[in-house]
Each structure stands twice: as C-alpha cells, then as structure tokens.
C-alpha cells in the first residue's frame, strides 16, 4: 500500500513538472517545512500533583561488570603475539524482572508528596557472599520526599532506602518529564560515580514511565569477586601469583512503567518476588 502510494505521489509531481516546463515556467520550490512545536513545561505544582495516587511497578533491571586485568593475556592484532595488556573485558552481565508498589500522597496545603515505596526483584550474589552492584533491592520499603524549591523554583527530593540512609537531589522539568543527577552516597573507594533519573509524566495518562542509570569506577581485590587469587600460567608450577588488584567498572540500568491503580491503600503493600530468569 506504501508503494503504491508513494508511486503515486512520484506520477503526479512527474506530471506537474511536465506542464510547467511546457509553459515555460520553473517548478515551485518545496514548501518551507513546518516549524516544530514548542515544548511545553507545566508548573511544578502541577506535575506534582499528577503522582498522587497508588502505582504498580513492572520492569527490569540490566547489570554489566567490566574488569581491567593486569595479568590477562591479549593477542596483538598487528603481530599475532601474546601479550599482556592492560585491557577492559567484560566479565558478566545479568536482568532481572521488576515488581513493586508505591502510595503516594499530598503533604500539606502546598505541592509536597510523600510516597511508600516497596520495589523489589532476585537477588544477585557473587560466590564471595556479596551482592553487586543493584543485586539487591535498596527499595524494600523506601520512603520519598518531594517538594518544590522556593529559590530555584524546581523540585527538590529526598529518597530514603531500607537502611535508613538519604539520598538527596533536585530535578528539573523539560515538558513532561523530570531529569536529576542525584550525587552518589554511601560509596567508599569508588573512583568515579554517575546516576541519572528520568521520570515522564503525561497529564491524564494511566502509565508513567522511570528509567534510573548508575555507573561506578573502582579498585578492588580479586578476592571480593572470587574466592582465591590464582598462577598466572596455571600449568607452570613457579608461575607467579596474579595480581591481587584490578579496576571495575559496573553499570546498572533500571527501567519500569508505574501503572496508576484506582484505589490508594494506606502504605504500600507486599509483593511477591518474581522468578529468577
């Protein structure tokens, strides 16, 4: 149907084209193209407003692990020789689904929200006994604050996770969605440490939709990931020991729609763990 449409449209400027160059004249330019709509930001007040109420959560979650291993060996591409570099490979990756609920209500007579949060999915565990990075739900219940900033004018937040510690930060509103940088807490060593949230909001929609990306850079021992260091060349009996040290590199990307239900509850309720995939 596409085809024939298009064919269409191709006869019939042919044609156009024709007639004006029998009469003399140059074909008309094309029309200048339409000028984009503007984005349009409603008030913070209002956008708040519209998380009022109880939401279901569903969604993943994606993890990737990459390790700098000083004592991995590489193949040069140019001579073919094994050599050892100082290389990132990926070392494992992993998703999970996501379930949860929130209730959140109006504080005061002003444009504050509180919200109950219980989200949560499988637990991931390295054989060491410690989780990685998201391999367990810091959100299993949380609480979260939101309010308007009365100098900026955006909208200031504050999560607090299952262990009681804060997580600040401010957003700023761009049409329908929220966009933070919240700053990383409770991360000793990390080197480097990225989070990024964005939440869109459309007036009237059943759906709203959350996606959360954190990345960090570290430094740690083997041994954090695996029980004992190992040869350098494992067949050769006077092969030194590998390096104990090695540079990580993780990435987490969190992802669900908030599914607005009719009926608010007084906090948010259990949820069933989902099936490990």
């Known amino acids: 149907m596409s085809g024939l449409h298009s064919g269409t449209l191709r006869a019939a400027l042919f044609v156009s084209v024709l007639a004006a160059g029998r009469a003399g004249a140059q074909p008309h330019a094309s029309p ?21 109420g109880r939401f279901r959560f569903d969604g993943a979650i994606h993890h ?48 504050g929200l509180q919200c109950v949060v219980n989200v949560i999915w499988p637990e991931m565990w390295r054989s060491t006994g410690k989780a990685q990075l998201g391999g367990v739900s810091d959100m299993s219940p949380a609480v979260i604050l939101a309010g308007l900033a009365p100098t900026s004018g955006g909208i200031r937040v504050l999560l607090v996770d299952h262990k009681g510690l804060a997580h600040p ?20 060593g990390v080197q480097r440490c ?25 430094r740690r021992d083997k041994t954090d990931r695996k029980q004992f260091l190992e040869k350098v060349e494992p067949n050769n009996p006077y092969s030194p020991m590998e390096n104990s040290m090695e540079w990580v590199e993780e990435d987490l990307d969190v992802s669900f729609s908030l599914q607005r239900e009719s009926q608010a509850a007084d906090g948010a309720a259990a949820v069933t763990p989902p099936a490990s995939r």
Request: charged share 20%; net charge negative.
């Open 169 to 188: 930060g401010s957003t700023t509103l761009s049409g329908d969605s929220a966009n933070s940088s919240p700053p990383c807490v409770n991360t000793p």
């Open 64 to 111: 990737e692990e990459t390790v700098d291993d000083p004592d991995r060996d590489e193949t040069d591409e140019v001579t073919g020789l094994t050599v050892r570099k100082h290389t990132p490979w990926h070392l494992n990756s992993w998703t999970q689904p996501i379930q949860g609920k929130a209730d959140c209500i109006a504080v005061g007579d002003g444009p």
């Open 32 to 52: 200048p193209p339409a000028p984009e709509e503007a984005v349009v930001t409603p008030d913070p007040d209002v956008w708040l407003g519209q998380l009022v």
């Open 194 to 218: 990225k989070q990024t949230v964005k939440l869109t909001a459309k007036p009237g929609a059943a759906h709203m939709y959350l996606v959360i990306s954190t990345g960090v850079y570290f």
